[in-house]
């Protein structure tokens, strides 16, 4: 159990580490610096600590796979607005839940988040195409409020 506690806070600071440095050359430092602080909570911590397998799979899945849910990842993104789940409210109009637009400094930190994780998860075998290619196969766009995906896709929304 040692091993996973130690496994799994120094993949949590290295992936911290990895994105503070991308927030800071995107212009949003403290963005980087809050940048997933939640997964220090026991209700993240702990359970993540309980399924952690060594980087090889995410601990919210093996958390899923276990009781058909993940109580961590519902933490998580409900406490982290760089996470498109977060932005999801009910339509006036329709009375149902619906993607919302993401403002551009959570956006920003979304994908400093994903080179982050690319980079740490990936390890040797990152290339910068890797964030993009996760974005594509996990049909997280289709999730999204269009515009979002649209900003998200744009190689030029950085500037």
């Given amino acids: 159990m040692s091993s996973n506690f130690f496994g799994h806070l120094s993949t949590v600071t290295r992936h911290r580490s990895t994105v503070f440095i991308h927030c800071c050359k995107a212009g949003i430092p ?26 090889r799979r995410s601990p919210n899945e093996l958390e899923r796979a276990d009781y058909g849910y993940s109580l961590a990842w519902m933490h998580h993104k409900g406490r982290n607005r760089h996470h498109f789940e977060y932005w999801t409210d009910y339509d006036p109009v329709t009375h149902v839940m619906s993607p919302v637009k993401m403002p551009k400094k959570y956006l920003v930190e979304m994908f400093c988040d994903r080179v982050g994780a690319s980079k740490i998860y990936k390890g040797k075998d990152y ?27 744009n190689k030029e929304f950085l500037r």
């Fill in 127 to 153: 290339t910068d195409s890797a964030p993009y290619d996760y974005f594509m196969r996990g049909h997280a766009r289709l999730k999204m409020h269009p515009e979002t995906a649209r900003e998200l896709e």
């Fill in 30 to 55: 403290w963005r980087g610096f809050w940048h997933d602080i939640s997964k220090f909570s026991p209700t993240e911590f702990i359970p993540s600590v309980k399924h952690y397998a060594g980087g």
